[in-house]
């Protein structure tokens, strides 16, 4: 395992928080999120960053003017964005479309892209400076739904970095925002890809019927007192790289007998196993792994081009901890590709009835992990007019969710990054499990944060 050896230390100069609001007027309205968008599992901030190299040819074009100018322009298309959340009956969520605006931050680092190397990953160095927390700003509802800071870099390449309110849009669906933003800035007058609200397509029907059985919403009474609750304040952040030796000493564990398994599924199951092992949860404790299914572009599901809601839903696999851990690694995945053949137009209409008729539950916590693939979503994709990013992607994980995604690194070696936040001594363990379990080659490359 590597990791880095030396401490890297910048400071960042900002400018005070301002709000950009649409350069036109907007409807002002009232508009509801759908009942997959206002679950309780949703009503939290989730972080994208992404870092830019230098582009001789942008010389003189300041990135923060550029994208503050083409953020007021796409918040005349986007004008919910920057409204503010209510509630009404049952919970139910709604914008407030008042035209209030994003939070917009101007920054410098006294540092260079190349000083940062693999820090560029989460959770990377001096998180909190680059996509600063302005005090008041990070609630669900009559708060900004959107905050934004761009920070420049000496070499002149620069960081962008965005919280989104997740109950607003998923990964696929910021990245559309994003892009339209990255269209502005580089001359564009109007979105190619125009956005389509239309949030009553994935809400509940009338009456509402649960009609599968939902693992991943279920209450859990912790018998054995080893499904242990992690406190936020008491976990390690690191980042495992997984490149083409780790996967290869993965897939060399499976029998042919199991057919086509995606990296993603061979990954999940790994990183499930090991995770579920460093624990040390009871034989006999029932755990499960709820993994991100997106509903665009699937046959059934009829979601229009640019729809930007969230459009997903999270089938939990589960066995009890004793079997996953005893069983070798295809165990896990056979668990995962059931889940995910289970699901459906009519799994996905189960959700958002549940959701009404239990009060919009959040996701199980005790003994269950929650994984997103978004190594597809196209943050790696987003040009400002400065090319893409060497990193693009969520900033860091949460105490039970992890999200994968594309990574190049230092040396040039292409692969998979997947944050994750343990407590210290579980992290210990699991550190260990990773490496027994890729022996064959290369073992998993701890990628830590210069902090």
Request: proline share 7%; charged share 25%; aromatic share 8%.
């Amino acid at each position: 395992m590597a990791s880095s050896s030396s401490p890297l230390v910048f400071s960042v100069k900002r400018c005070a928080p301002e709000f950009v609001r649409p350069t036109n007027p907007t409807p002002r309205e009232v508009k509801q999120l759908s009942d997959l968008d206002d679950q309780e599992g949703l009503r939290f901030q989730v972080p994208v960053i992404m870092f830019y190299p230098n582009n001789p040819l942008m010389k003189g074009k300041d990135p923060a003017k550029v994208i503050k100018e083409a953020l007021g322009k796409v918040l005349v298309y986007y004008y919910p964005l920057a409204g503010r959340l209510i509630e009404g009956d049952n919970r139910k969520l709604m914008v407030d479309c008042t035209g209030e605006g994003v939070l917009f931050i101007e920054a410098d680092a006294d540092t260079t892209l190349e000083n940062l190397g693999d820090s560029i990953q989460p959770m990377c160095p001096c998180y909190e400076e680059l996509l600063y927390d302005v005090p008041a700003s990070e609630g669900i509802l009559g708060s900004p739904l959107i905050l934004i800071q761009v920070t420049r870099l000496m070499c002149g390449g620069f960081i962008f970095a965005l919280r989104l309110n997740h109950t607003m849009s998923d990964g696929p669906g910021v990245v559309q925002f994003i892009n339209a933003i990255s269209e502005m800035a580089q001359g564009l007058s109007v979105p190619s890809l125009l956005p389509i609200w239309q949030r009553e397509l994935l809400n509940a029907r009338k009456p509402p019927r649960i009609t599968r059985i939902h693992h991943e919403y279920e209450e859990v009474t912790n018998t054995k007192g080893t499904l242990m609750a992690m406190d936020e304040n008491n976990l390690v952040h690191r980042s495992f790289f997984f490149g083409l030796k780790e996967i290869r000493a993965l897939r060399n564990r499976l029998p042919a007998s199991l057919g086509a398994c995606s990296t993603f599924e061979v990954l999940i199951a790994y990183v499930w196993r090991c995770r579920t092992i460093a624990f040390a949860v009871d034989p006999d404790e029932v755990v499960r792994i709820s993994c991100l299914i997106n509903m665009r572009g699937k046959r059934g599901f009829d979601l229009p081009p640019g729809y930007y809601g969230n459009a997903f839903v999270y089938p939990a696999s589960i066995t009890k901890a004793g079997m996953l851990c005893k069983n070798p690694l295809e165990y896990a995945i056979r668990l995962l590709k059931k889940a995910k053949a289970e699901m459906s137009q009519e799994y996905m209409k189960s959700v958002a009835d549940l959701m009404v008729i239990k009060g919009r539950p959040s996701f199980t916590q005790p003994g269950n992990y929650l994984i997103s693939d978004l190594t597809h979503a196209g943050f790696g994709e987003v040009d400002f007019g400065w090319g893409k990013p060497v990193y693009g992607g969520v900033a860091r994980a949460l105490s039970n969710i992890s999200f994968c995604m594309r990574f190049r690194n230092s040396k040039g070696e292409e692969g998979n990054v997947i944050p994750i936040c343990l407590p210290p001594p579980v992290m210990e363990r699991f550190e260990q499990e990773l490496k027994r379990m890729t022996k064959e080659a290369e073992p998993v490359r701890l990628i830590t944060s210069k902090l």
